[in-house]
């Protein structure tokens, strides 16, 4: 039987940027239950970093993570983290006065934001219908994130500081004894003095089992498909393109146009996959308000989006057992705020200070407290 200081549940974003970040303090093992990490909510992300458009809390994590992911530690990543996109945020006629407001709001806060009139609108985007994108802005500070590079750069680091990270270890059952967990996986028994529950879908269920009160976190499915773009349009060189009231979304995709329909529909944790009906609402918004006509989809998939009740993340140690630490219900923010809370997760289980970047942001800790739900 292995024993080590922490056992991190899950192997996806939130576990491994934990790990990477505790592991140069602590002996640790991440139990993930797939054959590789990141094969649920990581693996099926729209890989979108923004510094605004979310709720503030998570605008404030964002913007501590920059900084680690526009320039990371030396030797992190063989390539950039951050390629730069830009985003068109867009409405129809009935929405413009939403639109403008934001544009406004992003304005007087700085950003080097751009309103787009007819001709500018199209060249920003060709492939927009002017008549459905009645108001819309360019925003810079939007920029695709390499997914894998960051995941790997996070279990390299972990595993330079002698982390494990063991594959294919579903947890079975987990129980105290002797002031350690027990840890038992399809495969063996772990012992730990902390657990600590990454396990984004699966949270409120890894917490049953160690005998701990759930939280509420719910997994909601998402979908996409990708489109073929007529020649002559260079998917690389389009923006992010992001209705107003996050009816939809689009953004280039391997040569082709990533379409979502931004759906959030609660789902049992699993290896979800898309339904016919979100399928064809993707397509729908494709062609209502670009000029493409969708002859078929290219590939379509579904993720999950793992939420508290209160729509933002849980990170501390539970009220009714000291040594089991939450780090779940990210939502769809935590590959975009992982830096944040995986430094911010380490220093509350090591007992060190705030992470500068977190402290500069004016974040507390007890934001994200699983002790909010009472």
Not at 158 to 167: C, D, F, P, S
Not at 314 to 338: C, H, K, M, N
Not at 348 to 361: H, K, M, N, S, Y
Request: negative net charge.
């Amino acid at each position: 039987m292995q024993t080590f200081d922490i056992a991190i549940i899950g192997g996806g974003i939130a576990g491994l940027s934990l790990a990477a970040f505790l592991a140069p303090h602590r002996t640790l093992a991440v139990l993930e239950q797939e054959e590789a990490p990141g094969y649920h909510s990581t693996g099926r992300s729209a890989a979108e970093f923004t510094l605004r458009d979310n709720a503030p809390a998570v605008n404030a994590l964002a913007r501590a993570s920059h900084g680690f992911l526009l320039s990371p530690p030396e030797g992190f990543a063989p390539v950039p983290l951050l390629i730069p996109r830009g985003s068109i945020i867009l409405g129809t006629a009935d929405k413009a006065e939403r639109v403008r407001a934001r544009f406004e709001n992003a304005r007087a806060q700085g950003a080097a934001v751009e309103w787009l009139d007819g001709a500018a609108l199209t060249a920003r985007a060709p492939i927009l219908d002017p008549a459905y994108a009645a108001a819309a802005y360019f925003d810079p500070d939007y920029w695709d994130i390499d997914v894998d590079a960051l995941l790997q750069g996070y279990a390299r680091r972990a595993k330079r500081h002698g982390a494990e990270v063991l594959e294919r270890r579903r947890l079975v059952a987990a129980r105290r004894e002797g002031g350690r967990w027990l840890l038992e996986t399809a495969g063996e028994t772990v012992a730990a003095k902390i657990l600590v529950n990454a396990a984004g879908g699966w949270a409120d269920g890894v917490a049953a089992l160690a005998g701990v009160a759930p939280l509420g976190i719910v997994p909601h499915r998402r979908t996409a498909i990708t489109v073929d773009l007529p020649e002559g349009v260079e998917a690389g060189r389009l923006p992010e393109i992001n209705e107003i009231d996050d009816t939809f979304y689009f953004k280039p995709e391997a040569g082709r146009l990533l379409a979502s329909p931004a759906d959030e529909t609660p789902c049992e944790p699993g290896d979800v996959q898309p339904e016919e009906i979100d399928i064809a609402y993707a397509a729908h918004y494709v062609e209502e308000a670009t000029t493409l006509s969708v002859r078929r989809v290219a590939r379509s998939w579904a993720g999950m989006r793992s939420f508290a009740p209160d729509r933002l993340p849980a990170v501390g140690f539970s009220r009714d057992e000291p040594a089991f630490f939450w780090l779940a219900g990210q939502g769809g923010y935590g590959i975009l705020t992982s830096p944040a809370l995986g430094s911010l997760a380490a220093s509350l289980i090591t007992g060190a200070p705030l992470p500068d970047a977190v402290a500069r942001e004016g974040i507390s800790p007890e934001a994200f407290s699983p002790h909010r739900f009472g």
